[in-house]
């Protein structure tokens, strides 16, 4: 891992006890175009809010820069939480040029004059942090562009991005840098952004208890987008009333929720659907079904989901689950949204509010384990039609015990090929439904043993 050794710039420095700025006015930080957001940049690490299990006393970023060195970084986390302004005030306090570029808009010619002037001025006795924003928009070969200066120590490589790095980075990159997760503000932290904003300011923002918790639901943890939802209520009338949730609602628009359907937030949020349905949580699941559909699921990817849930799942414990699921699915196709959506809902709650049971699933999967594990063996003669002369002549057929006039209905012959154990595949769990099939199994089970088959 390529590193920048810097010993005497961090010792007997503690970043998370650094010396807070002072408090920045309108005046101070240059009023007129610059943005709000822009005018409260954190000028410090010890500024930095929400990502205390990095900067913290015992955090990772805290342990690395009191070693006296910096290793290239992954930074990973959603939008408007400080990646940019953390890579600027590390590259700060490593006495590192600061050099800043874009995925979306460089190339592999740009890169190469950015290593270009790094290796120049490390040539002269001063290193470079590369701070590359939304580093995932690299495609294979120009993020192996960046292996060897970052093995040379020709730059500390800083990226960062939006997705998950174990998808969107080669395996190359990522075994050279190091991965931190950087966490969506919470309401601690997003209350004391509000706070600066009113200090920067001179003044209150124009809102009742309630609805400032409510700005800070519509940042949905993003800082920047907070600030600037705080810069429109700023530029309100000075005599502005106190605003409420419904008020405030009317004048901002929240915060578009993260999800995309084709990356890493799909799949977090089917995960947890599917959990909470295994977990038997209705409330969770119904949760997560609705933040699917506002985030702009298609309804016929859940509903496919939860027929899949319903057979591996629920099974035979409930054999109704999957009738159920399909008869939502259904329901959908023909009445679309909003209406078909509450079809979705029942299904949502019948599958987590049934018994489970994964003992088909389990039972397939090892039936094929099997199958594939035996070959070609063929089924035993008895149990074989035999339509022609020629094949009752060599045996086909011959035996076979007719289960309808058997005692109970069951011969309790053996129906498995010849040369291979009798095996058993499904163990019903006993809940719901499986509980009457294993009742019925022990009794046959019982039965072939005393007929000797």
């Not at 003669?381 to 002369?389: E, F, G, R, S």
Request: neutral net charge.
């Amino acid at each position: 891992m390529a590193r920048t050794e810097t010993p005497d710039l961090f010792a007997g420095q503690d970043p998370a006890s650094e010396p807070a700025a002072p408090p920045a006015n309108a005046e101070g930080r240059g009023k007129g175009a610059r943005p709000l957001a822009d005018r409260l940049r954190p000028r410090t690490l010890g500024e930095i809010v929400g990502q205390d299990h990095l900067l913290g006393a015992e955090g990772a970023l805290s342990r690395m820069l009191a070693q006296g060195s910096l290793a290239s970084l992954i930074l990973w986390g959603p939008p408007g939480v400080g990646k940019t302004t953390l890579a600027r005030l590390l590259a700060e306090r490593a006495g590192l040029h600061f050099h800043q570029i874009s995925a979306v808009f460089s190339g592999v010619a740009d890169l190469k004059r950015v290593f270009e002037e790094a290796l120049k001025r490390l040539r002269t006795g001063t290193g470079t942090l590369l701070f590359v924003d939304e580093i995932h928009r690299f495609n294979r070969a120009q993020q192996d562009a960046f292996l060897p200066v970052v093995e040379e120590g020709v730059v500390v490589l800083i990226g960062a991005t939006t997705e998950n790095p174990s998808f969107a980075l080669n395996a190359a990159l990522l075994s050279r840098c190091q991965v931190l997760v950087l966490r969506r503000l919470d309401d601690a932290a997003l209350a004391e952004l509000t706070a600066r904003a009113e200090a920067a300011l001179g003044r209150a923002l124009p809102l009742t208890g309630e609805g400032g918790a409510a700005l800070r639901a519509m940042a949905d943890g993003d800082g920047r987008y907070l600030l600037n939802m705080a810069e429109q209520l700023f530029a309100l009338p000075p005599d502005q009333l106190l605003l409420g949730p419904g008020e405030l609602a009317q004048l901002l628009a929240r915060r578009a929720a993260l999800y995309d359907k084709d990356r890493e937030e799909h799949y977090n949020l089917i995960s947890a659907l599917h959990k909470s349905l295994r977990g038997s949580d209705p409330d969770a699941a119904l949760y997560w079904f609705a933040r699917m559909l506002t985030g702009g699921e298609d309804p016929r990817y859940i509903a496919r989901r939860l027929a899949r849930f319903a057979a591996e799942d629920v099974g035979l414990a409930e054999p109704a689950a999957l009738t159920l699921a399909l008869a939502g699915w259904e329901a959908y196709e023909r009445m679309g949204s909003p209406e078909g959506e509450l079809a979705l809902a029942e299904v949502v709650i019948h599958l987590a509010t049934a018994p489970k049971s994964n003992a088909a699933y389990r039972a397939f999967g090892a039936a094929m384990a099997a199958a594939r594990a035996t070959g070609s063996l063929m089924p035993p003669a008895h149990i074989l039609n035999a339509p022609t002369k020629l094949m009752k002549e060599i045996g086909y057929g011959a035996g076979y015990d007719y289960d309808h006039e058997a005692p109970d209905a069951f011969s309790g012959q053996n129906y498995f090929p010849d040369g291979m154990a009798r095996a058993q595949f499904y163990r019903p769990s006993g809940r719901g439904h499986e509980r009457a099939i294993a009742e019925r199994l022990a009794t046959w089970a019982r039965l072939r043993a005393e007929r000797g088959q």
